[in-house]
T-cell receptor
Framework: NAGVTQTPKFRVLKTGQSMTLLCAQD?????MYWYRQDPGMGLRLIHY???????AKGEVPDGYNVSRLKKQNFLLGLESAAPSQTSVYFC????????????FGPGTRLTVL | GEDVEQSLFLSVREGDSSVINCTYT??????LYWYKQEPGAGLQLLTY?????DMKQDQRLTVLLNKKDKHLSLRIADTQTGDSAIYFC????????????????FGAGTRLAVHP
């Protein structure tokens, strides 16, 4: 049981390049989330999914797209990276119940030059 | 609006107790959480408390909740160097208000430094 895994761990992009971050969970969780973490700030929700085939916007969705084609995977895409997207990205997952806690992946550190 | 605030730094001596404080604004929070983040790692759930409880103890960890003042604290007894990390307080916002998911509002994190 690996929990929540993320690939890649690190990435450096040039402005305008695109990339996809992959999140996988093996806990059969319905809900999955993408957050970004910036210095001196708490985690902010980018997008989330309440089930396979569904996605919804969080607090800071601009510049990102997501897809949830399989229950265990949640992809975060940057179509045209900008320096403001330099951040650490965390994926999380949980069961559907309000009482269920979110379990986090190890993070992806992205730098956009 | 929803907001969670924490002090940014705390320094303690090894063996002493650490108390990390958090205030929140939303009285409709159902659960409050403490997460730990070690350097270069993701967030690890430490403990959580349901909003109708005042206290929860789990080995070296004690969580106190003052609902009237909207204040949450985490006490770590006998603090060790391995406790050095960033500690995040988070409140769970009812899904009925947030479009169907258990929304978490995070504080900015408290960096705990443990010195000999």
């Amino acid at each position: 049981n690996a929990g929540v895994t993320q690939t890649p761990k690190f990435r450096v992009l040039k402005t305008g390049q695109s990339m996809t971050l992959l999140c996988a969970q093996d806990m059969n969780h319905e809900y999955m989330y993408w957050y970004r973490q910036d210095p001196g700030m708490g985690l902010r929700l980018i997008h989330y999914s309440v089930g396979e085939g569904t996605t919804a916007k969080g607090e800071v969705p601009d510049g990102y797209n997501v897809s949830r084609l399989k229950k265990q995977n949640f992809l975060l895409g940057l179509e045209s990276a900008a320096p403001s997207q330099t951040s650490v990205y965390f994926c999380a997952s949980s069961f559907a119940s309000e009482a269920d806690t979110q379990y986090f992946g190890p993070g992806t550190r992205l730098t956009v030059l | 609006g929803e907001d969670v605030e924490q002090s940014l730094f705390l320094s303690v001596r090894e063996g002493d107790s650490s108390v990390i404080n958090c205030t929140y604004t939303d009285s409709s929070s159902t659960y409050l959480y403490w997460y730990k983040q070690e350097p270069g790692a993701g967030l690890q759930l430490l403990t959580y408390i349901f909003s109708n409880m005042d206290m929860k103890q789990d080995q070296r960890l004690t969580v106190l909740l003052n609902k009237k003042d909207k204040h949450l604290s985490l006490r770590i007894a006998d603090t060790q160097t391995g406790d050095s990390a960033i500690y995040f307080c988070a409140e769970s916002y009812p899904s009925v208000f947030s479009g169907g998911y258990n929304k978490l509002i995070f504080g900015a994190g408290t960096r705990l430094a443990v010195h000999p």
